[in-house]
């Protein structure tokens, strides 16, 4: 229940795509749920975050849409950039973990010039 | 500013070593973290502090030890590693435990020999 699943593994798209990230919790308690993008050799970063009482939110190139009643949540990419090109993490908070960050199991985007 | 700073930025050390990582923040934020993310793998909760005391242990081997000596600092103390803990360490802090975003330092790169 504590798990928070995430897909795809790996996505290839063209410079200009639209890549989209979906994930999916079970614990109802979870309100919050954070993105990090992720650079090889750097720390996450945090790109964009909702909480269950928004259905969607827009930060530049990035949407987050989020469904409550499917316990899902989903990463858009707007006219996506080759330095777009990263690993990207959905996660989420809440309920009794004291802070604890559940992670998905990260997608790994690759944007083709 | 969300600057979490993590020293050094890469370590090598035997497994009789004795070495230490430090993090540091000046957002007067008073939950700290440190995570351990192998390649191409989310990145594992090791500890939690808050408000400078130890609220979570993810069941970390001694070989690990964790120290908050005031608010703006968290070191992890190594002794004895193996090489299976060759990892990327990272730090993080937030405002609180509950529901508050984690803002993630860029890491220190741990080669154990």
């Known amino acids: 229940q504590q798990q928070v699943k995430q897909s795809p593994q790996s996505l290839i798209v063209q410079k200009g795509g639209i890549p989209i990230i979906n994930c999916a919790y079970e614990?109802?308690?979870?309100?919050?749920f954070p993105w990090y993008q992720q650079f090889p050799g750097k720390g996450p970063a945090l790109l964009i975050a909702?909480?269950?009482?928004?259905s969607e939110k827009k930060e530049g190139r990035f949407t987050i849409s989020f469904n409550k009643s499917a316990k899902q949540f989903s990463l858009h990419i707007m006219d996506s950039q080759p330095g777009d090109s990263a690993t990207y993490f959905c996660a989420a908070l809440g309920g009794n973990q004291g802070g604890k960050l559940i992670f998905g199991q990260g997608t790994e985007l690759s944007v083709k010039p | 500013d969300t600057e979490v700073t993590q020293t050094p930025k890469h370590l090598v050390m035997g497994m009789t070593n004795k070495k230490s990582l430090k993090c540091e923040q000046h957002?007067?934020?008073?939950?700290m973290y440190w995570y351990k993310q192998k390649a191409k793998k989310p990145p594992e909760l090791m500890f939690v502090y808050s408000y400078e005391k130890l609220s979570i242990n993810e069941s970390v081997p001694s070989r690990f030890s964790p120290e908050c000596p005031n608010s703006s600092l968290l070191n992890l103390h190594l002794h004895a590693l193996q090489p299976e803990d060759s990892a990327l360490y990272l730090c993080?802090?937030?405002?609180?435990?509950?529901?508050?975003?984690?803002?993630f330092g860029p890491g220190t790169r741990l080669l154990v020999l």
């Open positions: 993080a802090s937030s405002q609180g435990l509950w529901g508050k975003t984690q803002y």
């Open positions: 957002m007067g934020h008073r939950a």
């Open positions: 909702i909480r269950p009482d928004v």
């Open positions: 614990n109802t308690a979870f309100d919050y």
